[in-house]
């Protein structure tokens, strides 16, 4: 399972593994899709830890967070970020967009 | 110049491949002892090039990507990665950041960061006919180091 998700009090942690592609992307969607659905959070926090490669679908997998998150007036944070996705975050300029935390 | 080396991997146009090509790119330039960044940062260029093939050169069904792999004395290394698909009409328009054909779930920054981890990029297309992009980067000489 790429995510693993575990929510209180809308609270959601989304745990993201491995490879986060294009190929990866449209299931990594899914399930974030589904678990925002069910918590409806105030708090999202994607923690990348396990992510062992990303490029930019994997911007786009954030991006989508954000914005469902926001459309519920929630905010998200983004946690343990390898070295890898940092650079190509910052290549994209997304950086700027959102709350992140090595 | 000359390369010093060269290997080219053709394959289907299918998403399962994108994690093979970034493989065998950075199986191939393993031999100039990049750090982890330029490791990385060539993974993901090929990784952006190999998915804008897949995601965009054969809408209606399958075909062949080819990626061709090339050192050369200067410790640079060039990648290129082609189809024989439908091509891209505007290539500038293309290139700018967040543009996209492909839809909600695109963030359009595959060029921009192709354009930012690599030192050159080429974009040739002919709509009908395919797309090639070709891209080099240097690979930083360390002391100590072996080729």
Do not use: W
């Given at each position: 399972?790429?995510?693993?998700?575990?929510?209180?009090?809308?609270?959601?942690?989304?745990?993201?593994?491995?490879?986060?592609?294009?190929?990866?992307?449209?299931?990594?969607?899914?399930?974030?899709?589904?678990?925002?659905?069910?918590?409806?959070?105030?708090?999202?926090?994607?923690?990348?830890?396990g992510v062992t490669f990303m490029d930019s679908s994997g911007i786009a997998v954030l991006l989508r967070a954000l914005r469902r998150v926001r459309e519920?007036?929630?905010?998200?944070?983004?946690?343990?970020?390898?070295?890898?996705?940092?650079?190509?975050?910052?290549?994209?300029?997304?950086?700027?967009?959102?709350?992140?935390?090595? | 110049?000359?390369?010093?080396?060269?290997?080219?991997?053709?394959?289907?146009?299918?998403?399962?491949?994108?994690?093979?090509?970034?493989?065998?790119?950075?199986?191939?330039?393993?031999?100039?002892?990049?750090?982890?960044?330029?490791?990385?940062?060539?993974?993901?260029?090929?990784?952006?090039?190999?998915?804008?093939?897949?995601?965009?050169?054969?809408?209606?069904?399958?075909?062949?990507?080819?990626?061709?792999?090339?050192?050369?004395?200067?410790?640079?290394?060039?990648?290129?990665?082609?189809?024989?698909?439908?091509?891209?009409?505007?290539?500038?328009?293309?290139?700018?950041?967040?543009?996209?054909?492909?839809?909600?779930?695109?963030?359009?920054?595959?060029?921009?960061?192709?354009?930012?981890?690599?030192?050159?990029?080429?974009?040739?297309?002919?709509?009908?006919?395919?797309?090639?992009?070709?891209?080099?980067?240097?690979?930083?000489?360390?002391?100590?180091?072996?080729?």
């Open positions: 399972m790429p995510v693993t998700c575990t929510s209180e009090d809308r609270k959601l942690l989304a745990v993201i593994y491995g490879e986060v592609d294009h190929h990866a992307a449209k299931s990594i969607i899914e399930e974030l899709d589904r678990q925002i659905d069910l918590a409806m959070p105030r708090h999202l926090t994607l923690d990348l830890a519920l007036s929630g905010s998200v944070k983004v946690v343990h970020i390898p070295e890898q996705a940092i650079r190509v975050l910052r290549a994209a300029g997304v950086d700027r967009l959102m709350k992140f935390e090595s | 110049m000359k390369p010093i080396n060269e290997a080219t991997t053709i394959f289907l146009s299918r998403s399962a491949n994108e994690g093979y090509a970034r493989m065998v790119a950075a199986c191939f330039m393993a031999q100039l002892d990049p750090t982890l960044d330029e490791l990385g940062d060539v993974k993901t260029a090929v990784s952006e090039a190999v998915t804008n093939a897949i995601v965009h050169a054969y809408p209606n069904c399958l075909g062949m990507v080819t990626m061709r792999l090339r050192l050369f004395e200067d410790s640079s290394m060039e990648i290129m990665v082609k189809d024989k698909g439908v091509g891209i009409e505007d290539v500038e328009r293309a290139r700018t950041p967040l543009f996209t054909t492909g839809g909600g779930e695109r963030s359009g920054m595959g060029f921009t960061i192709m354009e930012s981890f690599m030192d050159t990029l080429k974009v040739r297309s002919s709509p009908g006919k395919g797309t090639s992009v070709t891209m080099r980067k240097k690979i930083s000489r360390r002391v100590g180091g072996t080729r």
